[in-house]
């Protein structure tokens, strides 16, 4: 290929920097394909750390490690362990397995705190961009210790990576979050951290078979989840809304959360809302007759050519309907602009921009390196 790839200048319109640098200090079993592979990475890394009172690993994916049992774990460690699925949507732990909420509430009880953030987040940021990343949108912030570790670091002039946030309903409640907010319409125009609206995730993940799906998964015969209804969608954003938070962003993996989505922006255009610019992350499965609803919304789905990598494990579970994942093309042709981010699997636009020109399953699935570019903020290319 003698495509002109930039080497940098990319912005990660979905990425997790103040929650995935934890990877920096946990244990890294991404690369293991198998349960015994990722055993000894797991041995080595707590043998490397004796002390610590938790170990978390990332990388489990259940189609190639299978499900790690109580007994496996114990044979590890008697501390305590959380495995986390690559999904980022589940994990496993002695009690067996925890999905969504449940798994987010470990997730985030267990997050660094905030003189551990001050020192991740530049560290991830240098990673980010070594690949070419200047600007990143980090897609849930759901503890003050990652809001205060982000102005500080801002404040301090150290973001090297241009941050926009987007928060978990929790922080709504919060009254030192919403001082942050009353502060920031003072805020600098040479800031390089900005809060931008509310994320919620309305469905799971495919791997986790928690993604809200119309047809049946073909082996466990059910649809995944919803996790809010259509009502506490419209009530949380209109809540976030009226705080100032603009853009509101939804995660839709299945294509009964993608039609979930746009039946709430529906719903809040109806009651005079401007829906142009709002969010569908991932907007993973979309059925053909969401497109037109898409652009009618001015609706913006933010998605992730990288995810390609996992399409070879889905056919057990979607069958036919996996040709309903990615359409950029019928997306771009109906007028749609779609944005692209990594989701940190793995991080880096470059990676993105091959699996969505020479690396695409379908044909719904290739699209032009300028439109490549464009999705990941280069415009203006001659
Ligand atoms: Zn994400």
């Not at 929650?19 to 055993?39: N, Q, V, Y």
């Not at 749609?336 to 981010?341: D, E, N, V």
């Given at each position: 290929m003698s495509l002109n790839?930039?080497?940098?200048?990319?912005?990660?319109?979905?990425?997790?920097?103040?929650?995935?640098?934890?990877?920096?200090?946990?244990?890294?079993?991404?690369?293991?394909?198998?349960?015994?592979?990722?055993?000894?990475l797991i041995a080595a890394h707590i043998a490397a750390n004796p002390n610590r009172d938790l170990y978390v690993v990332?990388?489990?994916?259940?189609?190639?490690?299978?499900?790690?049992?109580?007994?496996?774990?114990?044979?590890?460690?008697?501390?305590?362990?959380?495995?986390?699925?690559?999904?980022?949507?589940?994990a496993v732990t002695r009690k067996g397995i925890v999905t969504e909420k449940d798994y987010e509430e470990l997730a985030i009880a267990t997050l660094p705190r905030y003189d551990d953030l001050l020192v991740a987040i530049p560290k991830y940021h240098a990673y980010l961009s070594s690949l070419g990343v200047v600007a990143a949108h980090d897609m849930h912030l759901a503890t003050m210790d990652q809001v205060d570790a982000y102005r500080e670091l801002d404040r301090r002039g150290e973001l090297a990576i241009d941050t926009t946030a987007f928060v978990n309903p929790c922080l709504l409640d919060d009254p030192r979050f919403l001082a942050v907010i009353a502060s920031e319409a003072k805020q600098s125009p040479s800031s390089h951290f900005r809060l931008a609206g509310l994320k919620l995730f309305?469905?799971?993940?495919?791997?986790?078979?928690?993604?809200?799906?119309?047809?049946?998964?073909?082996?466990?015969?059910?649809?995944?989840?919803?996790?809010?209804?259509?009502?506490?969608?419209?009530?949380?954003?209109?809540?976030?809304?009226?705080?100032?938070?603009?853009?509101?962003?939804?995660?839709?993996?299945?294509?009964?959360?993608?039609?979930t989505v746009l039946d709430v922006y529906e719903e809040l255009k109806a009651q005079g809302h401007d829906t142009r610019g709002w969010r569908i992350e991932h907007c993973e499965m979309v059925r053909p007759s969401d497109i037109p609803r898409i652009a009618a919304l001015g609706a913006v789905p933010v998605m992730q050519p990288n995810f390609h990598w996992?399409?070879?494990?889905?056919?057990?579970?979607?069958?036919?309907?996996?040709?309903?994942?990615?359409?950029?093309?019928?997306?771009?042709?109906?007028?749609?602009?779609?944005?692209?981010?990594?989701?940190?699997m793995p991080e880096g636009p470059k990676v993105g921009i091959e699996y969505a020109m020479s690396r695409a399953r379908f044909p719904e699935q290739a699209i032009a390196l300028e439109e490549a570019l464009t999705a990941y903020g280069i415009t203006g290319l001659d």
């Open positions: 790839i930039p080497e940098s200048g990319y912005t990660d319109h979905h990425t997790h920097p103040s929650s995935r640098c934890r990877i920096l200090t946990e244990c890294d079993a991404r690369a293991a394909s198998t349960w015994d592979e990722a055993r000894e990332h990388g489990w994916n259940q189609s190639t490690w299978g499900t790690p049992a109580a007994a496996d774990l114990d044979a590890l460690t008697k501390k305590e362990i959380i495995v986390i699925n690559v999904s980022y949507h589940g309305l469905d799971g993940a495919i791997g986790v078979r928690t993604a809200f799906v119309s047809e049946p998964y073909l082996d466990t015969h059910d649809h995944g989840m919803l996790r809010h209804s259509k009502d506490e969608c419209v009530a949380l954003i209109r809540k976030s809304l009226a705080l100032g938070l603009a853009v509101p962003a939804i995660h839709a993996i299945g294509d009964a959360a993608v039609s996992d399409l070879d494990h889905y056919g057990d579970r979607l069958g036919e309907n996996l040709r309903l994942i990615n359409p950029f093309r019928p997306l771009i042709d109906a007028g749609i602009k779609i944005l692209f981010g990594s989701d940190g």
